[in-house]
């Protein structure tokens, strides 16, 4: 074989092995492709069905249905946990309290302006409040004038939520702040429970929320028309009582004094669940939900009987029918017993000293 015959053989394996380069590389492409495209549809059909699934949900709280009661609990009540039910101030039984005594005037900015530093070491709903000046009344510094003095502080760190009871570190972070803030102002520190009582009543409290953290609900399907309309939802709820107003949503609005705004609610039953004032005119939809968060209304019994009523006009004026959570109809019997469940559900509150529709009631389950 000669020197060109050696250097065309030469060339020929060149041009194959960049050929099987190639044809290594865009295997490997087309799997990778593959691969990325099988994950991406998957991941995509898992997003849709997530979707579908949270299609008609409206809250993750617990609703009650005709046939099932609520869970009993007989969770111990702790001692001096009767409820507070008039102005904001520190003593309520959901509460770790840091006072600082004092017989020196105070000046809200130099307090508060302490407070704020450190306060986004506490992950639980925390307040700072003063007695003010020449008065026995409290005051919530953050919500208070500038100009406003106190006497004697405190600090209150809410023991328990819907993400849990508080912990030892959330004790120890606003037990710092109180230090931080004596040493500044020059005053003593006192608690109104130990770090172990405190963990306890925290225990007590995540339990009861578990126990009663419900709402009560009357979906309202299309029947005789196809859809409901805006403009024909707007003009029903008005006559069932019903305003438009937070969360772009109507409700029914609580007259009474009290810390709840609100009585009941009515949404969309499909996602967003909300209403585009700027769209109701063509806006439509085949279902509404009314729904109610039991433990923070006031007479939730009374206000239950009023939300069937503003379903039955709902229902009236639209051309719909009564269902309950899981689609099925709602009967007079199904919903004297939802009505009886919210009975039971007040008075086992008012017996572990925590009212619904009470400030500390509002407080634990915000609306």
């Avoid at 492709?33 to 699934?53: C, M, N, P, W």
């Avoid at 949404?267 to 729904?291: I, K």
């Amino acid at each position: 074989m000669g020197l060109r015959g050696a250097l065309v053989i030469l060339g020929l394996l060149i041009v194959a092995a960049v050929a099987l380069t190639a044809y290594d590389r865009g295997r490997i492409k087309r799997r990778l492709l593959a691969a990325f495209e099988s994950t991406f549809k998957g991941r995509s059909k898992s997003v849709e069905d997530e979707a579908e699934q949270r299609k008609v949900s409206w809250s993750e709280r617990r609703v009650l249905r005709p046939e099932v009661a609520p869970v009993e609990t007989k969770a111990r009540r702790a001692p001096g946990s009767g409820d507070e039910a008039g102005s904001e101030e520190p003593f309520g039984s959901i509460d770790f309290i840091v006072f600082l005594p004092g017989e020196s005037i105070v000046e809200r900015d130099a307090a508060l302006g302490i407070y704020k530093q450190h306060e986004y070491l506490i992950e639980k709903p925390h307040r700072i409040y003063g007695q003010r000046e020449g008065r026995q009344v409290w005051g919530n510094l953050a919500r208070d004038p500038n100009g406003a003095r106190y006497g004697l502080l405190a600090l209150a760190l809410q023991l328990a939520d819907r993400s849990g009871p508080v912990n030892e570190s959330q004790l120890n972070a606003i037990s710092q702040i109180g230090l931080k803030l004596a040493d500044a102002l020059d005053r003593p520190t006192r608690f109104n429970m130990t770090f172990e009582q405190a963990l306890e009543r925290a225990a007590a409290l995540d339990k009861f929320c578990g126990a009663f953290d419900v709402i009560a609900t009357i979906n309202i399907l299309a029947d005789s028309a196809p859809v409901f309309r805006g403009p024909a939802i707007e003009r029903a709820a008005q006559e069932a009582g019903l305003e438009f107003g937070s969360r772009n949503i109507f409700h029914r609005k609580n007259t009474q004094e009290g810390p709840s705004e609100h009585l009941y609610s009515l949404a969309n039953l499909y996602q967003p669940g909300s209403f585009d004032p700027l769209r109701l005119d063509v806006f439509q939809t085949q279902g509404l939900t009314l729904f109610m968060p039991v433990p923070s209304v006031p007479d939730p019994s009374a206000a239950f009987k009023g939300m069937v009523e503003a379903a039955r006009v709902l229902a009236r004026r639209l051309g719909g029918r009564l269902f309950d959570a899981d689609r099925k109809p709602l009967t007079d019997g199904g919903l004297r017993a939802i009505q009886t469940q919210i009975q039971g559900i007040a008075d086992r509150m008012v017996q572990q000293g925590i009212a619904p529709g009470s400030l500390n009631a509002v407080r634990l389950f915000p609306p």
